[in-house]
């Protein structure tokens, strides 16, 4: 079985910054693209930032410049760092990983959320 387990979440003032973790515990084989997913009261999820195994990225319009995805493999660990917030990116941020249990074939699979509150 695989796990997701995100922390780093909390309640932070706008303009300020949080750093977001997620490391991914049991047996797999390898781990390819991670990334963060947000979702905001009454609104659909929505991609943040996305990091290959090789570290190419990807973000959305609405937080590049302010926000840098980055992972450690050797931990299993995909991390986002996120500064000059604001109320906006109030919402549940989630992590994702592309987990190859064998050789082949990839599963996704999603951590259960961080709160992140941004007050003005």
């Known amino acids: 079985q695989v796990q997701l387990v995100e922390s780093g979440g909390g309640l932070v003032q706008a303009g300020g910054s949080l750093k977001l973790s997620c490391t991914a515990s049991g047996s797999f084989f390898s781990i390819g693209a991670m990334g963060w997913y947000r979702q905001a009261p009454g609104k659909q999820r929505e991609l943040v930032a996305t990091i290959t195994s090789g570290g190419s990225t990807t973000y959305a319009d609405s937080v590049k410049g302010r926000f840098t995805i980055s992972r450690d493999n050797a931990k299993n660990t995909v991390y986002l760092q996120m500064n000059s917030l604001k109320p906006e990116d109030t919402a549940v941020y989630y992590c994702?990983?592309?987990?190859?249990?064998?050789?082949?074939?990839?599963?996704?699979?999603w951590g259960e959320g961080t709160l992140v509150t941004v007050s003005s």
């Open positions: 994702s990983a592309a987990v190859y249990i064998g050789y082949v074939n990839a599963i996704n699979y």
